[in-house]
């Protein structure tokens, strides 16, 4: 029901999720949705996020920009995309393809940073400056064989509790130690 008040079908978009600061590397999004839909793509992108320092023009045709979206919205948006793009220049962590995963959806990401180390081999990696394989990416996505494959990988990905992580913690740091 929530994705219908925003005029989207389940599996019928792509998701951006993000506030706009230039780390983010949305223009570089905004240029492979246009390249993608040059070549006949029509799945529209969205953008959930809010705030920054340079916030894209997110007009153009099939862009859909989302700001202060409420939690409840976000799991919704989370569930209903065919897949979740992040071309980031920089990530610490890389906390939406967490979100992600956790809710099913496949996540196509930068191959920059500690995104590879996140998404643990259960996504897409690209180059974050290839505007191209990001245009090929969201083309492929469209007929529903590499989100169903990515979304099969994001199930699939290992879930750490709070104890793996402290006991993994201490024992590097006690390596670390000898």
Known sequence: AILGTLGLEPGGYLLHVGNYVPRKNIPLLLEARALAA???ARMPLVLAGAGGWREPDARAPGVLALRAV???T???LYRGAAALLLPSLYE???LPALEAMACGTGVVASDATALPE??????LLLPPGDAGAWADAMAALEDGGL???LAAKALERPRPTWDSVAERAC???LEAGR
Do not use: I, N
């Not at 996140?118 to 996504?123: I, M, N």
């Open 147 to 149: 989100a169903g494959e």
């Open 74 to 76: 976000m799991v919704s």
């Open 171 to 173: 024992g590097l740091y």
């Open 38 to 40: 040059g070549r006949g």
């Open 70 to 72: 409420p939690d409840a």
């Open 118 to 123: 996140t998404l643990a081999g259960c996504g």
């Open 92 to 94: 610490g962590l890389g």
